[in-house]
Structure formats: C-alpha cells, structure tokens
C-alpha cells in the first residue's frame, strides 16, 4: 500500500465537494457515524480507531406483530355527538370525546439489531486519519497512520450480493490484526462462533416496544388498550413493562440473525465461544449477512415466519455468505460498483465553482455554510439524499421510514415508523425527479398494503365504503389512529395524500399499466371513502364532519367569553384541498383508462360543492373554516399550504389572491423550525419563483443547529432536544433544491399523447450563477440537462420517452416543441432550437 494513500484520499475527496463526505476523525456518536445500505441491511460506520463499530440494521425488524395493536373502534356511536359538538361550537369538548373514544394503542417501534466491533490487536494513536464516504461509488473508505504505518479500511453494502462487505489491509510487516465480535442492544440476543472463520447472533426483537411510559398510559386512564399490561381490574400484570420480549409477551416478536464470515489471507484464526481473532494478515476481507423471520405484513412473525436460526443456516451461511464467499473481493466491488452506478448516475448536478471552503471537511462546510461561497455543499447535500435513497429503498424492500433504515434506539424518536401526515411523503419528494423510479417502488407497495386494513378500517370504524389511513402506520400495515391526543392522531386523510404519490409515479413514467393495475384502484378507494365521508354544511357546501390541521391548535371564545384551545373542527384547509386534489386526479386517471363513468358523475358533480381554500382576515391563508387564530402563530408544520406545495391548486395566476395569501403565511410562520419543516417552507418559496428567500432557508437548514455532522438532517424535539435525526429533511431539502432548478406538469391523454409544461430555473438565486444539471426528470417522461453560467440558461436538452407536446418556459421566454418518443431537442439559453426539432420560441 502507497505511503501516500492518505493524501491521495484526501486530495481526491476535496477535490469532488459535490460528490464526498470527508473527516479527520472517527466519529464520536451515531450522528457522526456514516450511512451504508443496501436496502434492507443498514449500517452506521463509526471509521473508529483502534476499535471499528458498525451498528446493524434491518429494513423488516420491528416490534410487535401484524393486528396487535388493533382495538374495537367504532366512530359511529360518537358521531352525532361529536358533531353536534362542533355545530355548537363546543370545540374543546368535541376534541376530548374524540382523544377519549376514538382513539387506538401506541404503534410499533423500528429496531436496531446488531453492533459489529472490529477490536485492533496493536495499531495506537493516530498520527493522520482520514474517512470518506464518496457518493460517486458509495464506499466508505478510512485511512490512517499510526506509528509510522499505513492502515486502511473500506467498506459498502452490496444490493446484488447481499451483504456489508468491509477490507482491511496495511503496510506493517506485522499485517492486519483485530478481534471480530457481534453484539446487540437486545439482552436475549446470543452470539456463538459457528466455524472456524464465522460468527454468528441470533435473538428475538420485543414483543412489545411501547413510546409511552406506563404511568403515562395510567395517568390518560387508557390501561384498557393495553391487556398484555394491565389486569380487567387496571391493575399492573406482574413484569409489566414498556420492552418485552419472547415469554415476557406470549412470545410474540420478531427474530433476527446475523452473521458475519472472516476471509484472511495469509496470518491466523483463532475463535473463542464467541469471536474470532485474526493476526499476520496481509489482507482481510469481511462479510456481513443478515435476516429475520418477517413473513408478510399481514403474518404472524412467530406464527408463519422462518426461523431465523434455519434461515441463517440455509440462507445465509449457505445461500448468501457462501456466494459472496465464492467471489473475490474486487469481483464483489464491481458487482456493487455496476448495481450503484447504474442508478446515481443518471444524474449530476453542479453548482458553482470550488471554494476555499468547498476542500475543508465536512462537518466545517457546515458550520460555515451560512456566510460562504460553499455552493457545492447544496450539491452535495442533494446528491446526498439520492444516496440515502438508493441505499435505503429498493424494489422489495420497505420504505424509508422516519429514520430511512438506520437507527439505534429499542424506543426511537416518533417509533422510527412511517409518519404519513407529511413525513413518509416527504421521503419519496425527490425521488422521480432525481431519476430513482425503481426507488419509489416500495412506498407504492406499502400503499397497496395499507389499503388492505385501511379497507377494514373504514368498514368497521366509519362504516363507509373505500379505504381510509390515519397519521401513523408501521411495518404492519395497521390504519387505526394511534394513541395521544386527536390534535395528532386523528386524522384520515392518509389515503388521499399516499394516493397524490400513486399518480405523480404515473406523471413521471406514463406507465399505463401501472395505473391500471395498480394506481387506479387505490385511487379509486380513497374517493370512495372520501365521498362517503363529506357532509353538507348550511351553506351547501361539502366538507369533513370532523377534522384537525396536522397537530396544531386553534384558540376561540366559547359562549361564556372564555377563550378555550382545540384541534378538531369541521372542514380544515387541508382536508379540503387533499380531497379536492383527489378528485381531480380521479377524473384525470378514470378518462385516461375510460372506467367508472357513474362514479366520475358523482366525483364531478361533487368537486365543485367542496368548501373553498379562503383568506383570514390578517390576509393569510386560513388553516380552518373559520377564523381562528392558531395557538402557535410559528408553527412546523404547514399543512394548510398543501394546495400551493406538493399540489399545484394555488398559483400566481389562477388564484392570485390565494396566491398572496399563501406568502403572507410564510412570512408570519418565520424560518425557525425543525428540518423537515424549512425543507417544505424551501419547497414553497421555489415553487412561488422566490429563489433568495429559498437559498436563505437552505442556508439556515445547512447549518449545525439542523443538520448533523453526517449530513442527516436535525429536529428539534418537542422538548427542545437537539441532535435528532429525521430523514425527511434531507429528502424534503432536496426536493426544494430541484424545484429551484426545475418544475414541471403534465396532463395526460387517453390517446397516449399528452401535453407537459417545464420551467427551467424558475428560482435561481443569484448567488448560483454557474451551474449544470444532467438527468433530472419531469412529468411527462421527460428528462432535462442544462446548463447556465452567470445566472442566465446557456443550453437545455430535452429528452423524450413517449410522443408528447411541451412547453418549456424560461424567464420571459416560452417554445412549444413536439417530441417522437425517444427524441431529443437541443435548445440555446433563449429556447431556440440548436439540434432537433421542431420548438418555436416566442415571448410569452
């Protein structure tokens, strides 16, 4: 190994700030550590000296079991009352009979599942180091010098092979040596040395991972949610507890195995009854499997699932292990290399020229983002999240939960599951336009799952026809609201939103059968639901009977002048413009397919009775029908602006008043707030063309206070607590990223041949003045690579996949072009045609 592999490292990585994470030091705690995934196996590489630590997950290890959370709702013994309430205007009253009786348990928790520890027999201290993870090839690779020898250490998480794969070699004569041990946070897990170069850990996940406190659940007098917990009388069961596992819990949970095999060339094995020892080694490969006995979201883990131990044994040891093991390293990087290339590549994106800045470390970008010239750490911050979602959502595995598939917490922030009041939408935002379709593919198959209890739920809970979904769902599929309060929980519009995601996948590809076969009925379902559910008011217009604006207050004066606090109201903003939007992507889909022409009467006729999107009379948008005032003026979340962001229902020139009051609301909200909500509050003022107060918010989110030294996205918990990780702030900020370079539209036809609309860097700030983007896509099939310098468009490629008609709007400037499928046309900076053809430009 070259003496100097330690400043080519390093000069390599600062001279890609677009495309490398790079520290001079291990990282310290778990946001600190680097992200590896595969899509099912996750990893969090500490890059430590003398000790190595990868903590281990698994997309499908979750407490709990499929249907063990669901109780005997039932909204209809209530509702009159509930809605009698709210016509009364005894909202506080209406919101605590809806805390009390339609509320369900708290959900399962995503779990953490092994810790890998690589124990250096003799390296000391460091002298130099350096760790990098290059999103160009998705290997972490650590380098360091220790008493005048060279160490080095590279690792990644192979998608065609299964497994972590980590190499380890040296220049010391002595060669590599370490200790090999796997450890879990779970107390029942067993690790056993299963060969002579292998290591395995087999354990079960909880039975039972409860976010609530049992003197909590005591104190909200909901004990009879919890049977396993609490005796018919409410008293405590003996070894009641918030974590239980296998007989604690009827042995109930998951299982989980993993394995790790050792391949050394040269030097010695020595295995004790749970670790393997290495020394002499001149090269030292390490292989990494895992598995649970996830069978289903609908089956019983325990019941219906694999053993763990058998499938550890038969897949495995002999399945996956043996075959990774039957290939040579490097034939194991390229196989990695070719998977992951084949989808990051699509896209690169550029934004002004290296800095002084732009070679420091990463976590100092950060810190200095706010006031430098930095402008490739947005890049990076960018390509970032498509590595995130390539390493953690594949076709077959889950979807990016709150914490995408890395965590190490038995109770995590929020259960670490799939929070769909904006959070798991939020996830999948950047994902068709950064050019990962195949990335999408498990966010629909969950929707396609949820929609089987949702169903169920809205049969036996509502009795209304379709499918509904609450704010929360996990692994399993459940759609009851969970436990808390109805300013959280309650909440069914999840079916609606999910539903917006079906169609956008459809925007993007135009793939007809996917709509079909897979879209359409989903879509179809949440309608169903949503028509039953809408009532008439006084002044004949359609809304929800009962509803809240995702967990924020209202205040008003009751009767007796007492100024009172309340979530549940009828018809809240974004209720109506979810539904709203629902209907209209109903109609579009049902003409394009030609089905449900009886149905498409009732949604029509319905649409235009929906209560209207109004303005309050402080000139914002309201969040309810009437005109309260929030109890928190700054609140995160944004929820009434869902007609002007994800969805395309308030413009500047269709509803200009809306339009006005859209921004009147973002500058009262403000620019303090967690993450994920200054991703969507950049999403909003890219998609209003406000490019500076974008580039400000990206600015403020780009720095410690809300991004990680690891570059996950910060939030701040309800408590204040700092140094939290949500990944819907790096996917949400990226998404805002791309709608400052480029938005687009697309209407469908029933003859295949639609008409697409791309604007072309509608919110360029002006610090942005150079830049590319190649491989970015919009709806309608389309694909976009252009180029500017000194903050006007030099050139654009549009690129087609099917016969269509597009408009492409830049500044003042407009053409019409026609597109064959797989054409191209070349377009200078003021959109006339180079190559290609044919595009008429003219002012707009």
């Excluded at 080095?152 to 040296?170: K, Y």
């Excluded at 009795?463 to 436990?483: C, I, K, Y």
């Excluded at 449900?596 to 914002?620: F, K, T, Y």
């Excluded at 694909?783 to 310098?789: Q, T, V």
Aim: with cysteine.
């Amino acid at each position: 190994m070259a003496d100097n592999f330690i400043d080519e490292l390093t000069e390599r990585a600062a001279s890609d700030p677009s495309g490398t994470l790079m520290y001079d030091r291990p990282a310290r705690d778990w946001l600190e550590a680097l992200p590896l995934g595969n899509g099912s196996l996750g990893a969090m590489a500490y890059g430590g000296v003398p000790v190595e630590h990868y903590q281990l997950n698994h997309d499908t290890l979750y407490s709990d079991e499929p249907g063990g959370r669901d109780l005997d709702l039932d909204i209809t013994k209530d509702f009159d009352s509930v809605l009698s309430l709210l016509r009364s205007g005894k909202y506080e009253e209406a919101d605590r009979l809806c805390t009390t009786r339609w509320l369900g348990r708290s959900w399962p928790c995503y779990q953490p599942m092994a810790d890998l520890f690589l124990s250096a027999v003799a390296s000391g201290d460091p002298d130099r180091y350096v760790r990098v993870l290059d999103l160009n090839n998705a290997v972490n690779t650590v380098a360091y010098e220790a008493a005048g020898r060279c160490y080095r250490r590279e690792s990644f998480a192979s998608h065609p092979d299964g497994v972590l794969v980590i190499r380890m070699l040296t220049d010391d004569p002595e060669g590599v040596g370490f200790n090999l041990s796997i450890t879990s946070v779970h107390r029942t897990a067993v690790a056993e040395s299963v060969g002579p170069d292998t290591v395995a850990l087999n354990g079960p996940a909880p039975g039972l991972a409860l976010r609530r406190t049992l003197d909590l659940i005591e104190e909200r007098g909901e004990v009879w949610k919890y049977p396993e917990l609490w005796d018919s009388s409410g008293k405590r069961k003996p070894g009641a507890s918030q974590v239980l596992y296998g007989e604690q819990i009827q042995s109930r949970g998951m299982h989980f195995s993993v394995r790790a095999v050792l391949r050394a060339t040269g030097g010695r094995l020595e295995t004790d009854d749970t670790s393997i020892t290495v020394s002499g080694a001149s090269e030292v490969v390490v292989l990494v499997a895992a598995a649970t006995s996830y069978a289903g979201f609908d089956r019983s883990p325990t019941a219906n699932g694999i053993d763990p131990a058998e499938r550890a044994d038969g897949v495995l040891a002999d399945g996956v292990l043996a075959a990774a093991s039957a290939k040579s390293y490097q034939n194991l990087l390229d196989r990695h290399l070719s998977d992951y290339r084949g989808l990051f590549n699509r896209l690169t994106l550029k934004i002004g020229a290296a800095s002084s800045h732009s070679s420091a470390t990463t976590d100092r970008r950060v810190h200095a983002f706010a006031h430098s010239d930095d402008h490739s750490l947005a890049a990076l911050y960018y390509q970032f999240s498509r590595y995130l979602a390539i390493s953690g959502s594949r076709p077959g595995t889950q979807p990016l939960n709150l914490q995408g598939i890395w965590n190490d917490q038995v109770i995590p922030p929020w259960a670490s599951a799939y929070t769909i009041n904006i959070n798991t939408e939020m996830n999948y935002w950047p994902v068709e336009s950064g050019n990962l379709i195949e990335c999408a593919q498990p966010l629909m198959t969950l929707i396609e799952e949820l929609a089987v209890s949702g169903r169920r739920v809205a049969r036996d809970m509502y009795d209304r026809e379709g499918w509904v979904a609450h704010h929360n769902t996990s692994l399993w599929r459940s759609a009851q609201p969970v436990d808390n309060v109805a300013q959280t929980s309650f909440w069914p519009m999840g079916s609606g939103w999910l539903s917006r995601h079906l169609w956008d996948h459809f925007l993007y590809t135009c793939d007809g059968i996917f709509l079909d076969r897979q879209a359409y009925p989903l879509m179809k379902g949440a309608v169903e639901f949503y028509l039953d559910w809408l009532i008439e008011d006084d002044r004949g217009f359609l809304l929800t009977p009962v509803g809240t604006s995702p967990e924020n207050d209202f205040v008003y004066v009751d009767d007796e002048g007492v100024t009172r606090q309340a979530a549940v109201s009828m018809g809240p903003t974004m209720d109506m413009a979810i539904i709203r939007e629902c209907f209209t992507q109903f109609l579009q889909a049902a003409e394009v397919l030609d089905k449900d022409r009886d149905l498409s009467d009732r949604v029509r006729e319905a649409a235009p009775r929906l209560l209207p999107h109004r303005v309050a009379p402080d000139g914002q948008l309201s969040e309810w029908s009437h005109d309260f005032a929030g109890y928190d003026p700054r609140h995160r979340h944004l929820s009434h602006l869902y007609g002007a962001f994800p969805s395309d229902q308030i413009t500047s020139t269709d509803t200009p008043e809306l339009y006005e009051a859209v921004g009147r609301t973002l500058d009262v909200r403000g620019e303090e707030s967690s993450g994920w909500s200054s991703a969507w509050k950049i999403c909003l003022r890219a998609r209003r063309h406000e490019g500076e107060d974008a580039l400000r918010l990206l600015r403020r989110m780009l720095s410690p206070e809300l991004t990680n030294p690891n570059l996950f996205s910060g939030h701040r918990g309800g408590d204040g607590r700092q140094g939290l990780f949500q990944i819907d702030g790096n996917m949400g900020g990226a998404a805002g990223i791309m709608e400052m370079l480029v938005q687009s539209a697309y209407r469908p036809s029933r003859d295949g041949e639609g008409r697409a609309v791309v604007e072309l860097l509608p919110a360029l700030p002006s610090d942005w003045r150079d830049g590319s983007l190649q491989g970015a896509r919009c709806r309608g099939g389309l694909e976009i690579a252009m180029e500017w310098e000194s903050g006007r468009l030099r050139t654009v490629t549009v690129t087609s996949t099917l016969p269509c008609s597009v408009e492409v709007r830049y500044a003042d400037r407009m053409t019409e072009i026609r597109l064959s499928r797989t054409a191209s046309v070349i377009l200078d900076g003021e959109l006339r045609r180079i190559k290609g053809g044919p595009a008429t430009a003219q002012d707009e």
